[in-house]
């Protein structure tokens, strides 16, 4: 069964921390993504990356960084948290040939204090 | 860049009756999803529809998608308690380009 992990469910942290927010498919998918989720705002693309050490900027890249040094895993930086970066975020993989279908992790809930 | 946006945001139904969700999308697709999300969890893909079909079925889930009209609506039938969730289209694009979300339709349903 495909699974995508994403290692914390809930995190707080404080304001100016470095947080890292991991995830890691099963599946061999080249694609992976990082979506940020917030009441009223829907789902919005951060980065994705397209193969191991690719990236590119989604919607709102902006206070984040991430990292693909293996093709299972696709790590969300926020080198310095701040409140407004409070939200779920969701990270999500697919194959390049295939459906189109996106397999999500659980979500992580982030809390900047 | 918010392509897909839902209708209604919020949908309250008794059990038993059929629930519809809307979508309206802006450019030319190459097929649209619809997934699921429970409270705090991740999405859950539900069905895909392409671009040269009208409609689709999955169990008690009927999906249409009008391209002139650039929208498609899903059909919850005989809707349960457990269908209670957030429900979110996606549009999918030529080539390998990311999904883009609507803000989603909320659904309760009442037992």
């Known amino acids: 069964d495909v699974k995508v992990t994403q290692s914390s469910r809930y995190l707080v942290k404080r304001t100016g921390e470095k947080v890292f927010l991991e995830c890691v498919q099963d599946?061999?998918?080249?694609?992976m993504f990082w979506y940020r989720q917030d009441p009223g705002l829907g789902l919005r693309l951060i980065y994705f990356s397209y193969d191991v050490k690719m990236k590119e900027k989604g919607d709102i890249p902006e206070g984040y960084s991430v990292s693909r040094e293996k093709k299972e895993r696709f790590s969300l930086i926020l080198e310095s948290a701040s409140t407004n970066q409070t939200s779920m975020y969701l990270c999500a993989s697919r194959p390049t040939t295939g459906t189109g279908e996106l397999f999500f992790g659980e979500g992580s809930r982030l809390t900047v204090l | 860049s918010q392509q897909g946006e839902e209708d209604p945001q919020a949908l309250s139904i008794q059990e038993g009756e059929n629930a519809t969700m809307n979508c309206s999308y802006k450019?030319?697709?190459?097929?649209l999803q619809w997934y699921r999300q429970n409270s705090g969890r991740g999405l859950v893909h539900l069905i895909l529809?392409?671009?040269?079909?009208r409609e689709k079925h999955s169990g008690r889930l009927r999906v249409t998608l009008d391209t002139s009209k650039k929208s498609s609506s899903l059909l919850i039938t005989a809707s349960r308690a457990a269908d209670t969730a957030s429900y979110f289209c996606?549009?999918?694009?030529?080539?390998?380009?990311?999904?883009?979300f609507g803000k989603g339709t909320r659904l309760s349903v009442i037992a």
């Open positions: 599946m061999d998918h080249e694609n």
């Open positions: 450019t030319s697709i190459n097929n």
């Open positions: 529809i392409r671009s040269n079909e």
């Open positions: 996606a549009t999918d694009f030529q080539g390998n380009t990311p999904l883009v």
